[in-house]
């Protein structure tokens, strides 16, 4: 009975014992040799660095990137529609069509309201 | 006769034809869209009585199911939601203050549209019976949720609620989705009723897999419902949340979550070698679920932080007539709990955005004097807090009562102890709200409460049906699937 | 040739990998990766699950690749959402840090 579970034991210890060693092997070899400012500056060919090491982006970059993955990332289901677009439309008919059609549809309606919104207008 | 899936067909058309209005400014006031949005729902809801056999092609996938249980929620959740926009029509002033708009009024309509799409997949959700089918509509539900929590960005508390329901939402999604990886690796099913005709013929040896599913999936539905151990978001959220949303979350998802717990516990209890196990885990979570929300609850001075911490002692209440599942009307017991559950939060949320707008805060202590300002609303709030507490002559008395006779059957003494211990300590905690409307004296310059019309009578109707159906609960049971 | 245990061996990794981020991690950025690792996890082992249990047929069971499908997307969805809030958390507050989620204590 018990020993049903040595399996789901050992996944627990395992999962568990290599979470640990990744972190600690983090903290052991994150800090190889001492740390000083000069060290830890930006190199810029011996120029004193005037700023911070990564500037901020713009916010409207990630609006756009995200806006992109998600009308992108939406093709997915395209892939297995396509695959089995042919059997299926001599079996039972244009249904499948006209249903992606209408999930590309309320995609468009979403694209639609991101314009209205001016997600997408760089000037503003 | 409609075909069934028309249902939500037909409310996710109305979102995005909302979402259109909005867009292209069609509506001059917000409050516009909430009443479009108030009508398409009722119709739909009038849509539900009319409905046909279900034809299409999903019953023969598996996918979704029309079923007496599935079309009582659907119209649960419709209610639920036209009543949360006519709370939120209520709430409109406060939600203009705390968004920043370029122009007055922008960035308020979606609060309306939202509620809308929340509700087509909670109708999807009391629907489904593959796991693909929940997992989409609990996304929908449960993604469409954190933008509403976090809905008043110049409200650091709003944000926080957002933030925090943000993390622990992904962390039950990922719960989920991996205890499902277990359910589908061990019986090769990702369908319940499939599921349900393998289980007997799993060899024992991968029984540990769907155990392991099977405890994954109850933590994350444990977070939708809000158990004790997975409830230490509940108050935060609560408290931080728009009030509309707060009491969307505590009635309507709450109510979906249930649902869906049954469904998927349903396979599991046909076999005996899962029965055991499932049986103690319930038993356990319900009696930690009561003790923790009823003892937790009782120093609160913040009342929605207060309904929060009631929320997961009505879960424990439930949780038991899950625990009782074996007896016949234990199920009735919970939907008829779920039912009474709805009318009496509802209530006291649509009395707290009046008297919020009114007062400034939603302390305890800003109901003081409430009787004299308003006794209408104040003789609201009483029947709503008796309610909740389960004083005889409401609904929640016969709730109450009905899942400690199915327990009482199954013979879970100790949980209907535990019980009736709570429910002495919930009189408590629900009368300093009582103590606070009669007993303390009104601020100085308080005058009465305005409310608006639309709310006044959803008030009066809501707390007719609890007096009524605390008489005669009949009349409800009559309705049960 | 690896079988099956060991895909499932590394899904698990990945899963525990991400709660323990969730867990231990302070930054809610890194606790937001930790999450969709998880869910990366269960992809890699719902893939595993389908093509190593065939069907009789001798297919793999489709319905479990589908279902990677949604979780993908919904995953893109949440983070869109996710990301969102913790801008605007961002702006309000300057930190991104759960320490500084203090407001709501009673």
Redesign the interface.
Known sequence: MLQ??T??LL?VI???G??TV??IANIVLGRTGKRNPTKDSVYECGMVPEMAGQPRFS?KF?LVA?LF??FD??I??MY?WAVVYQDFIAESGTIILWSMLSFVL?LL?GY??AI??GALDWSR | MIDPVFLEVSVVVLGIFLLMAEAFGLAKEKSTLAWWAIGGLAAVFIGTFFIGPNSNSFEVSGFYVVDGLSLFFKRFVLISTILVLVMSVDYLPIVQRLVPAERPGAGSGEFFILPVFTCAGLMWMVSATDFIMIFCALELVTISFYIQVAYLRRSMSSLEAGTKYLILGALSTGFLVYGITWFFGATGQTNLVAIREVLPLIPVANHPAILFGLALVLVALGFKIAAVPFQFWVPDVYQGAPTPVTAYLAVASKAAGFLVLIRVLEPFFTVPSFQNKLFLALVLLALLTLVFGNLAAIPQTNFKRLLGYSSIAHAGYLLMGLAAIGDAFAGGAVVFYLSGYLLMTFLAFLILVPVTKASGGDDIAHFNGLARRSPGLALAMLIAAASLAGVPFTVGFFGKFFIFEAAMNQGLYLLVLAGIVTVASGFYYYFKVIRAMYWQPAPEDAGPVAITKTSSVAIFILAMLILILGVYPQLLIGMLP | MPTLAHYLLVSGLLFSLGLAGVLLRRNILIIFMGLELMLNAANLSLVAFSRFNLLPNGLPNYNAQVLVFFIITVAAAEVAVGLAIIVALFRAKQTTHVEDLNTLKF
Request: charged share 15%; proline share 7%; no cysteine.
């Open positions: 049903d579970y399996p789901v996944h395992i999962a568990v290599f979470a990744a972190m916010v990630y995200m993955i998600l990332i939406e997915v289901f297995p309320i309606f639609v309201y209205k919104k």
